[in-house]
């Protein structure tokens, strides 16, 4: 059984481009969750993906979007990056209703310059 | 009011000591109840849930949950340096978790 695995680990972009982040889920489990986690901040709920299709958003504008694959892979957008949007992005996969939690990936540390 | 607030810490304990870790929710609708260690620098990492009212031990750990008065903690019992990290409360709501602050825990050799 592999786990979650996300790329890539540390990335360094300038303020206005654009990344995609990447996430493979757990095997057996059809959910993903992107949480971005400021310094010294718990994670903030991005957006949740269930069955390809965007199934719960936190607090965040239109420019974070994402994917999921049929596979239940699935990528992180951001257009426009801000200085603010960085964070270490977390991919947590999960059975539908997360009863038994979230397991989470090792994250990508996203640095805006 | 913040959704879940833990005590901001950071806490500090000797090693073999009892570590008391804190958690209020606001979601009356919960029913879940996770707890996670974060290591500095690494990913949130699961080591207890709780579904139900009452205590859950395991091992060292012991977490307790008290739905009427929202409230979850969880006990570090003979504490080891090892255990220094950030300790995340983070209830279910309808569709994802909602986590706290964290408290950072340092046990002192």
């Known amino acids: 059984e592999t786990g979650v695995t996300q790329s890539p680990t540390h990335l360094i972009k300038t303020r206005g481009q654009q990344v995609t982040l990447r996430c493979s889920s757990q095997?057996?489990?059809?959910?993903v969750s992107w949480y971005q986690q400021a310094l010294g901040q718990g994670p903030q709920f991005i957006f949740q993906y269930y069955r390809e299709e965007e199934n719960g958003r936190g607090n965040f504008p239109p420019r974070f979007s994402g994917l999921q694959f049929p596979n239940y892979s699935s990528e992180l957008n951001v257009n426009a990056l801000e200085l603010d949007d960085s964070a270490l992005y977390l991919c947590a996969s999960s059975e539908m209703g997360a009863r038994y939690g979230y397991t989470f990936g090792s994250g990508t540390r996203l640095t805006v310059v | 009011q913040k959704e879940v607030e833990q005590n901001s810490g950071p806490l500090s304990v000797p090693e073999g000591a009892i570590a008391s870790l804190n958690c209020t929710y606001s979601?009356?609708?919960?029913?879940?109840f996770f707890w996670y260690r974060q290591y500095s620098g690494k990913s949130p990492e699961l080591i207890m849930s709780?579904?139900?009212?009452g205590d859950k031990e395991d091992g060292r750990f012991t977490a307790q949950l008290n739905k009427a008065s929202q409230y979850v903690s969880l006990l570090i019992r003979d504490s080891q340096p090892s255990d220094s990290a950030t300790y995340l409360c983070a209830p279910l709501g309808k569709r994802q978790l909602t986590f706290g602050s964290g408290t950072q825990l340092t046990v002192l050799p």
């Open positions: 979601d009356r609708g919960s029913q879940s």
């Open positions: 095997s057996g489990h059809n959910t």
């Open positions: 709780i579904y139900s009212n």
